[in-house]
């Protein structure tokens, strides 16, 4: 009998990254022109080449189904999840330039997954709505598909940090625009109030509030490696002021914004930074090609440990070769006890260090990255070592 499944939305397995048996991915950008975001001839040759091989069946999930049907709130992690086994290995296969693909979605809700199994191989074939079948395959399709198609993780869980998780590489925001006073005198300053505020705007009108920068240390080495300011909301520009101050120095106006946005109450002395242009990229989970280890910095936030869905700081950034998408594995060392088979005193060992959780990198600056804890076992905490899957 024909097994068919269905999952829940949310992640299933700590080891699920996306899905990869007979790969299927496509190129679109955000203004529907496929042709900002080329594939090669070599490129589209390989990942047919993978889709035709598939993958082998100890890839397979021990209980993956024989058909599932996409639905709404599915993600390609979930699903990857639910066929494989180690999935972060299939870019490897695949070989294809992941930088110039914008929205891996190729698979919609009401599709069907079917699991095809011969000479020791694996390949999906998706079937549509009016029962058609065909098999995965790469190819490019103009559009937006991020409106229909499934992403290939939850992408609200990390989407209000792109803007809110910074590392500034120096002390920057020192030399920011900064509040310098308050309407009749407030102390504290809430969603649509005004703010007065003195520095270079340059052309921006919407700005990031941030409070002093603090720096981030490596738990190893002591160096700092950047600094990280408490996001605080955002705020637009209302009126221009006088910088010059006129006849008098006195006479000098600062510039007037209202609070659009507020994470935590606003106080003078706090800095600004414009927004950046926002990011529209669907993330491709994937190992890191190279062999890489670090240690957690920090959690992000006041807290002192993490579990799952939190944000975590990393040690190690893009000179060290991390990128948006790469996934990471987390691992806990092995307790220090005595060994008293052989004598009452016993002898010192130390147990071997465990994996127990996954990491995704989500931003990358040169020294450092933020991750998303996908699934642990245990808190995570400063010092926590990671490396690749």
Not at 247 to 266: G, W
């Amino acid at each position: 009998m024909t097994r068919s499944h269905r999952i829940a939305p949310s992640f299933p397995r700590a080891a699920a990254i996306t899905l990869a048996l007979g790969v299927c991915f496509g190129a679109a950008t955000a203004n529907a022109q496929a042709g900002n975001y080329p594939i090669t001839p070599k490129q589209r040759s390989t990942a047919h080449q993978v889709a035709e091989a598939g993958v082998p069946l100890s890839e397979l999930s021990p209980n993956a189904p024989d058909s599932y049907t996409v639905k709404t709130g599915d993600t390609l992690w979930a699903i990857s999840g639910l066929f494989l086994t180690s999935p972060w290995r299939w870019p490897e296969l695949w070989g294809m330039n992941l930088d110039q693909i914008r929205n891996p979605h190729l698979i919609y809700p009401g599709q069907i997954l079917y699991l095809d199994k011969a000479n020791g191989r694996a390949r999906l074939r998706v079937g549509g709505g009016e029962g058609g079948v065909v098999k995965l395959s790469p190819r490019v399709r103009e559009g937006d598909l991020s409106r229909d198609g499934i992403p290939a993780i939850a992408l609200n869980l990390i989407e209000p940090f792109l803007n809110e998780a910074v590392i500034f590489e120096t002390n920057e925001l020192a030399k920011a625009p900064r509040v310098v006073a308050t309407p009749e005198g407030r102390v504290l300053l809430a969603r649509g109030d005004k703010a007065y505020v003195r520095g270079d705007l340059g052309q921006a009108r919407n700005f990031r509030l941030f409070r002093e920068p603090q720096p981030l240390r490596d738990p190893a080495t002591n160096e700092v490696l950047g600094y990280e300011a408490v996001y605080l909301g955002t705020a637009e520009l209302s009126r221009k002021g006088d910088a010059s101050g006129g006849a008098k120095p006195e006479d000098i106006v600062p510039d007037t914004f209202i609070l659009t946005n507020i994470r935590q109450e606003v106080r003078v002395g706090d800095r600004l930074s414009p927004v950046p242009p926002r990011e529209f990229q669907n993330y491709v989970p994937r190992a890191p090609q190279s062999p890489i280890s670090g240690q957690i910095v920090s959690v992000y936030g006041e807290a002192v440990a993490a579990g799952q869905n939190q944000i975590v700081a990393l040690n190690k950034g893009a000179r060290d070769g991390l990128e948006k998408g790469h996934v990471l594995a987390l691992w806990k060392d092995g307790i220090r006890t005595l060994d008293k088979t052989e004598s009452a005193k016993g002898e010192p060992i130390k147990l071997p260090d465990e994996r127990h959780g996954f990491l995704f990198v989500f931003r990358v600056f040169d020294r450092m990255s933020y991750a998303l804890i996908l699934s642990v076992q245990e808190p995570v905490r400063r010092g926590d070592r990671f490396t690749q899957p």
